[in-house]
């Protein structure tokens, strides 16, 4: 499996109250990205980054923020969680987001809002 | 944009029973790429499926994707236990990868 580690694995929190969980990578690759999967919807992205400091939306970025000061490691914040974002969140990370690059996925962190 | 479709959403089979999922494109696709999670695991990459009509095996599974690259299938021969899990297919779009939402897979002993 790539060096690839999320932070925390489970989380349980109360509506209203900010959330950030961390995505730290060995690899060195130059993109991560952000999931969140749903029963039923599969993978969808949130916010992906290609570079230090170089961020972009994904397909559900409403509700999320995220950072990247440093190549190894991807926050994903939600400032103040709200019991949709209930989810297990996936961090991913690719070498250089070309079309036939493969990404590999970290553990993953379930994420429960009250 | 670019949507990826795939079906069934569930399958449950006998041990030694086939199964095969489907993966269907809105736009024509570069490539495919299928990707596999166990309960409770994360995704992990299979194969990548790039020419037109391409064939690739691994094993008792087999990839296709389509003459128009627009749509792709995994079948798996005589089940295993081992198979269970959720097989996803994926497409890039704008910067990133679409997945579908997956097959799940349950194989009775």
């Known amino acids: 499996d790539a060096g690839i580690t999320q932070s925390p694995r489970h989380k349980v929190t109360e509506t209203g109250t900010p959330v950030t969980l961390r995505c730290h990578q060995t690899e060195n690759h130059r993109y991560m990205y952000w999931y969140r999967q749903d029963p039923g919807h599969g993978l969808r992205l949130i916010h992906y980054?290609?570079?230090?400091?170089?961020?972009d939306k994904g397909e559900v970025s409403d509700g999320y923020s995220v950072s990247r000061s440093k190549t190894e490691d991807f926050l994903l914040t939600l400032e103040s969680a709200t019991s949709s974002q209930t989810s297990v969140y996936f961090c991913a990370i690719s070498e250089d987001g070309g079309d036939t690059d493969t990404q590999y996925f970290g553990p993953g962190t379930r994420l429960t809002v009250l | 944009g670019q949507q990826v479709m795939q079906i069934p959403q569930y399958q449950h089979v006998q041990e030694g029973e086939d199964f095969t999922t489907y993966c269907n494109s809105s736009?024509?696709?570069?490539?495919i790429q299928w990707y596999k999670q166990r309960p409770g695991g994360h995704p992990v990459f299979l194969i990548q499926l790039v020419k037109s009509g391409e064939v690739k095996k691994q094993k008792r599974l087999t990839f296709q994707f389509g003459e128009a690259k627009k749509n792709s299938s995994l079948h798996i021969t005589a089940t295993q236990t081992t198979d269970v899990g959720t097989y996803f297919c994926?497409?890039?779009?704008?910067?990133?990868?679409?997945f579908g939402a997956g097959t799940r897979l349950t194989v009775k002993p």
């Open positions: 994926a497409g890039p779009g704008n910067n990133d990868m679409r």
């Open positions: 736009t024509t696709l570069s490539n």
């Open positions: 980054s290609y570079g230090v400091k170089d961020t």
